[in-house]
């Protein structure tokens, strides 16, 4: 069923009524419906713009995850656990990774857990 074509349908049997009463408080009604109908017609237009941004967010995410989350080899590995090395604060006694660089070039650095100097 087709809204427009049976609205235009009731709307020219409303022209045709004898009884201006009525006539006017069916022909306010059929404003109303249509009011309402464009109504509907502007919320299912957003409708189907918002499935589309999240159809683009979708995608995007699982472009994010797919990134994230990438197999990585052996050599990565080492080569990450060359480059960081597992210092205890002492004053929380907490394990923290600390790249070696920052570790050699003798700058302070704070306990994320604690705040203390670690070095």
């Known amino acids: 069923m087709d809204f427009k074509s049976e609205f235009y349908k009731i709307q020219e049997a409303v ?3 004898k009884d201006s ?3 006017e408080i069916i022909k306010s ?4 419906i249509d009011n309402l109908n464009d109504k509907v017609e502007g919320i299912q237009v957003n409708v189907e713009t918002i499935q589309e941004n999240v159809e683009f967010l ?3 995410i699982s ?3 797919e990134d994230l989350f990438e197999e990585v080899s052996i050599e990565d590995l080492e ?3 060359d480059d960081f090395k597992e210092v205890t604060c002492t004053k929380c006694n907490k394990p923290i990774f600390i790249e070696s660089s920052a570790l050699e070039s003798g700058i302070s650095i704070p306990c994320p857990f604690c705040g203390e100097n670690i070095n």
């Open 21 to 23: 009463e009525n006539k």
């Open 63 to 65: 472009e994010i995850q």
């Open 58 to 60: 979708d995608n995007d």
């Open 79 to 81: 080569d990450i656990e």
């Open 15 to 17: 022209e045709s009524l």
């Open 29 to 32: 009604l059929l404003l109303l």
